[in-house]
């Protein structure tokens, strides 16, 4: 019987690239990661606050980060991001 998410080895060639970083951002930035395109994304804030990727075009992220009333946070602030997608 197979587990559940086992993991099998990969076959073929992918050609994706990964974006990994702790960034200091503030809500509006953009975070360039070098990549020609995202196709996964991953944010997580250091601090008791919300974040997201309000945009992505083509490998430019912009950043939303909001306090736990939902105000903007205008000071930066460690962002972690894991980025997977296609290099340039």
């Known amino acids: ?11 073929g060639k992918v050609g994706k690239k990964v974006f990994a970083e702790a960034v200091e951002v ?3 930035d953009t975070i360039d990661t070098g ?3 995202i196709d996964a994304l991953a944010l997580t804030p250091s601090a008791d606050r919300f974040v997201s990727a309000t ?5 430019v ?3 939303g980060l ?3 009333t939902g105000a903007a946070v205008t000071t930066p602030e460690t962002v972690y991001i894991i ?3 296609d290099p340039r």
Do not use: E, F, H, Y
């Open 35 to 37: 990549l020609r395109s």
């Open 66 to 68: 909001k306090d736990t």
């Open 83 to 85: 980025a997977i997608g």
């Open 55 to 59: 945009n992505v075009t083509g490998g």
């Open 1 to 11: 019987m197979p587990i559940v998410g086992q993991l099998i080895k990969a076959v």
């Open 26 to 28: 503030a809500d509006g």
């Open 61 to 63: 992220i912009t950043i």
